[in-house]
């Protein structure tokens, strides 16, 4: 995970929390801090081929990808100088913008560390005490991967799937999101797919569930487990 995310993923999830209930609070100088930055891959756009190509791998970081993370910065710049001349009704208008670019800058970040070439460390299944979690809350690996792909074609519009751990309880569970609203709360998000149709159409058209099978082709559980003992 780059350094750049790591000193922006606590407060940016701290601002989103309070996105809706505390929205004048926003600007707090803990999270003003630097900028967000474009993260880079550990493999080239090429490399997820023939499951997802290059040509949807560069737009989708270097141009949509670019876009939440600009937009993420202007919207902290805004709410910085609203906060510093009291004018807390400008930053409360612009917390829609927040979540929106801020979530899509976490929710992209993890979306490229759950990725990794078929022929390295993507595809297959997880492993150890990951998969005994998800034999347990899913009944099987199987089991969990038809739930998943089912969730990602229920979506209406735009959103994610995400495989989610629950703080207290350790239990997983499989939560869907609208736009680019984050995994936040109570839950950590492990596992997430994008069904945006920028991620897919491209290559699949209109074939989205082709694209919700081809994926798991490439999805690294070395990652998702990382997460799930941190």
């Not at 922006?8 to 701290?14: D, E, I, K, M, N």
Request: no cysteine; proline share 4%; hydrophobic share 40%.
């Amino acid at each position: 995970m780059s350094s750049t995310l790591m000193r922006t993923t606590p407060a940016l999830r701290g601002a989103l929390r309070s996105a809706a209930a505390r929205p004048a609070t926003m600007a707090s100088t803990q999270f003003v801090r630097g900028k967000a930055t474009l993260p880079d891959l550990s493999y080239d756009y090429g490399a997820l081929e023939p499951h997802i190509s290059g040509q949807i791998m560069e737009l989708h970081h270097s141009k949509h990808h670019q876009t939440y993370v600009n937009g993420l910065n202007s919207a902290l710049e805004t709410i910085g100088d609203a906060e510093a001349k009291g004018d807390f009704t400008k930053a409360a208008t612009v917390a829609p913008l927040l979540n929106f670019h801020g979530g899509g800058h976490l929710n992209h970040t993890l979306f490229w560390e759950n990725l990794a070439p078929a022929n390295k460390d993507g595809g297959g299944e997880p492993e150890g005490e990951l998969k005994k979690s998800i034999d347990r809350d899913f009944g099987s690996f199987s089991t969990f991967q038809k739930q998943t792909n089912a969730a990602l074609a229920g979506i209406q519009g735009s959103g994610w799937a995400w495989l989610a751990k629950d703080k207290d309880s350790g239990a997983l569970s499989l939560v869907t999101r609208a736009n680019q609203d984050p995994v936040a709360g109570n839950l950590i998000p492990l596992l997430g797919i994008d069904a945006w149709e920028h991620a897919y159409y491209l290559q699949y058209q209109n074939r989205k569930a082709e694209y919700f099978s081809a994926i798991w082709n490439v999805i690294n559980w070395k990652t998702v487990a990382k997460r799930f003992q941190a």
